[in-house]
């Protein structure tokens, strides 16, 4: 059964100038699969509740025994009731609601083998990201391919990460586009 826990921000680090990730300690917490995602649960001083759904970007092995410890990515929408307050607003020492992990029909470990073939945009990377960490620490010999769509070269999320775990040379293969405009004498098609 799924049950809210309450989780504690421990730290959270930019990505891009919208997206922001969060690291939460979840006592409880009952570990999950990479691709895997937790409800997100906010109540206001006058009782309002509302809930977002938001995939892991951790590895399970993040989940050390005994530290609980997980990470969202969470990329600020304009309008959006629950993603400028974990993007603008949250501070470490800070508390919030979860219940996970959800879902398990879009997931993958290293048990399931390859090769994998990944395809992903804009914040659609996040359990995807989740996945080769997981392949990194144990499953390094499977063959791997990302192909990743960002509109811009800057909104590209874990972009330092990518590029250490490709020169890795481990078999992980990353493919960028670019929708809206690439850095300055940068190769390829443009739009």
């Given at each position: 059964?799924?049950?809210?826990?309450?989780?504690?921000?421990?730290?959270?680090?930019?990505?891009?100038?919208?997206?922001?990730?969060?690291?939460l300690r979840v006592p409880?917490?009952?570990?999950?699969?990479?691709?895997?995602?937790?409800?997100?649960?906010?109540?206001?001083?006058?009782?309002?509740?509302?809930?977002?759904?938001?995939?892991?970007?951790?590895?399970?092995?993040?989940?050390?025994?005994?530290?609980?410890?997980?990470?969202?990515?969470?990329?600020?929408?304009?309008?959006?009731?629950?993603?400028?307050?974990?993007?603008?607003?949250?501070?470490?020492?800070?508390?919030?609601?979860?219940?996970?992990?959800?879902?398990?029909?879009?997931?993958?470990?290293?048990?399931?083998?390859?090769?994998?073939?990944?395809?992903?945009?804009?914040t659609g990377l996040v359990?995807?990201?989740?996945?080769?960490?997981?392949?990194?620490?144990?499953?390094?010999?499977?063959?791997?391919?990302?192909?990743?769509?960002?509109?811009?070269?800057?909104?590209?999320?874990?972009?330092?990460?990518?590029?250490?775990?490709?020169?890795?040379?481990?078999?992980?293969?990353?493919?960028?586009?670019?929708?809206?405009?690439?850095?300055?004498?940068?190769?390829?098609?443009?739009?």
């Amino acid at each position: 059964r799924i049950v809210w826990r309450v989780a504690e921000v421990l730290d959270i680090s930019s990505e891009t100038h919208r997206a922001k990730s969060l690291l939460l300690r979840v006592p409880g917490w009952p570990g999950h699969r990479p691709g895997q995602h937790v409800d997100v649960r906010l109540t206001a001083e006058d009782g309002y509740q509302t809930e977002r759904s938001y995939s892991l970007a951790s590895a399970p092995e993040m989940e050390l025994p005994g530290r609980e410890i997980i990470q969202l990515t969470i990329e600020r929408l304009g309008e959006g009731e629950v993603s400028p307050y974990l993007t603008e607003e949250v501070r470490p020492g800070d508390r919030i609601e979860l219940r996970g992990p959800v879902g398990g029909y879009f997931t993958w470990t290293e048990e399931d083998g390859g090769p994998l073939v990944l395809v992903a945009g804009g914040t659609g990377l996040v359990p995807l990201m989740s996945m080769l960490r997981h392949r990194a620490r144990h499953a390094e010999k499977v063959p791997a391919c990302l192909l990743y769509s960002s509109r811009t070269h800057e909104e590209i999320l874990y972009r330092e990460e990518l590029e250490r775990l490709e020169t890795a040379g481990d078999g992980l293969r990353v493919v960028h586009t670019l929708t809206r405009g690439g850095p300055a004498g940068r190769q390829g098609c443009q739009r």
